[in-house]
């Protein structure tokens, strides 16, 4: 039987509006979630993502500072297209998963921007195996017309390096 992990990755990625994380991972200086954004270089640990650094932003930048840069590093510069409201506050879901109606829910506004805390849903999934999100507000989504092929040039160029400092930044129980 998979993990429960491995479930929810392999039924959410389905939905193919990104990759799924089951949890958050902090930041261990202030407590603030460390998202995932476009030029993150990085891993996952045990469901959670954590970010060496991005190569979108320039050495100085707080995202660069907690485990520094590699040698030589290069700013990556590309366009960023931002939808703030991706995705509204409700149920995304896989295809064998339907939602039943509830009285909370079917008062939902669709306009508002957040989902309110006493909202409850219902689901029915026929299959074994199914997979639902709830986001508590909007999802800001990020995403690049990039197609030219200088993002696959410029990650084949610097991949060697980033490995190395990869093996040097990571603690111990996480190597690789």
């Known amino acids: 039987m998979?993990?429960?992990r491995n479930l929810y990755f392999t039924q959410l990625t389905k939905l193919r509006l990104?990759?799924?994380l089951h949890q958050y991972s902090y930041a261990s200086h202030n407590n603030v979630p460390i998202i995932m954004e476009i030029g993150d270089v990085g891993?996952?640990?045990d469901g959670t993502y954590r970010r060496l650094f991005n190569i979108t932003k320039p050495p100085d930048h707080p995202f660069n500072q907690t485990y520094g840069v590699p040698d030589g590093f290069e700013q990556f510069n590309l366009e960023i297209q931002v939808c703030e409201d991706a995705f509204k506050p409700e149920p995304l879901h896989t295809q064998n998963v339907s939602i039943l109606p509830t009285e909370s829910s079917?008062?939902?506004d669709p306009s508002c921007s957040y989902l309110p805390s006493d909202t409850t849903f219902t689901f029915k999934c026929p299959a074994n195996q199914g997979g639902i999100i709830i986001p508590q507000t909007q999802v800001r989504r990020e995403q690049t017309?990039?197609?030219?092929?200088s993002l696959e040039n410029y990650v084949h160029r610097h991949c060697q390096n980033w490995c190395h400092f990869l093996k040097r930044k990571t603690p111990p129980k996480e190597s690789f």
Not at 145 to 149: E, F, S, V
């Open 145 to 149: 017309p990039l197609q030219d092929g």
């Open 2 to 4: 998979p993990s429960q």
């Open 106 to 108: 079917s008062k939902l």
């Open 18 to 20: 990104g990759f799924p």
């Open 43 to 45: 891993y996952l640990f």
